[in-house]
């Protein structure tokens, strides 16, 4: 059964400063997301990994996947308040096993 | 990018009751999926709902609480019957296009069961 574990749950950063967020996954995955929920809000498509060593960015966001070590972490450069959401790491091929997610709180 | 609605978007319901929740999508794809988010939680996926066949369910869903339809390659529904508070959810449905692509997510029905 595949498992999927974030860390940390909750993170509060200062903007301007650079924090990463990691997520592990127990079983070979065929591809890895990155999701932003809003409060309210559906899940948004951040970044879909799908082979060792991707590495995408988009703004102060960037992703990377290490199938060997089946981790992915998001990369936070100079925070900015607009970042403040949750975000959820998945794994799987369609079906999708998510991780508990990562509610990132940005403060002036 | 998929352009997916979903129908209703909030509901309150009396629990013993069931909700019909539809989902269509912009274009034709083979497998929809719908998950569920209780509240402050992540994601969990029901069922896998494929046009032509009976849907899939993942340990710990039952088609007789959640039954599902997929009539065409466009559209699916989810029903939660016999409702009870535990099913206040986010109720999200999802398609993947591609395999080089993301998965898309509709908006989400929001039901709240009294």
């Known amino acids: 059964e595949l498992k999927v574990e974030q860390n940390p749950l909750f993170l509060s950063m200062q903007e301007g400063k650079n924090y990463t967020i990691y997520c592990n996954y127990s079983?070979?995955?065929?591809?890895l997301y990155w999701y932003r929920q809003d409060p309210g809000k559906s899940l948004e498509s951040l970044f879909v990994?799908?082979?060792?060593?991707a590495v995408k960015q988009e703004g102060r966001l960037m992703a990377s996947l290490d199938t060997k070590a089946r981790l992915s972490t998001l990369h936070i450069t100079a925070a900015v308040h607009d970042l403040s959401a949750t975000y959820f790491c998945?794994?799987?091929?369609?079906?999708?096993?998510f991780g508990e997610g990562t509610q990132l709180t940005v403060n002036p | 990018s998929a352009v997916i609605s979903q129908k209703p978007s909030r509901d309150i319901c009396q629990r013993g009751t069931s909700l019909t929740i539809q989902c269509q999508v912009d274009?034709?794809?083979?497998?929809m999926f719908w998950y569920r988010q209780q509240p402050g939680q992540s994601l969990t996926l029901i069922a896998t709902?494929?046009?032509?066949?009976?849907?899939?369910?993942e340990s710990g869903f039952v088609i007789d609480k959640f039954p599902i339809s997929r009539p065409n390659l466009t559209f699916s529904t989810l029903t939660v019957s016999n409702m009870s508070p535990e099913d206040s959810s986010i109720y999200l449905c999802?398609?993947?296009?591609?395999?080089?692509?993301?998965?898309?997510f509709g908006p989400g029905t929001r039901l709240l069961v009294l």
């Open positions: 079983t070979t995955s065929d591809r």
């Open positions: 990994l799908l082979s060792n060593g």
């Open positions: 999802s398609v993947n296009r591609d395999p080089q692509e993301t998965q898309y």
């Open positions: 709902a494929n046009q032509g066949s009976e849907a899939t369910y």
């Open positions: 998945a794994a799987g091929g369609s079906r999708l096993t």
């Open positions: 274009s034709q794809v083979t497998m």
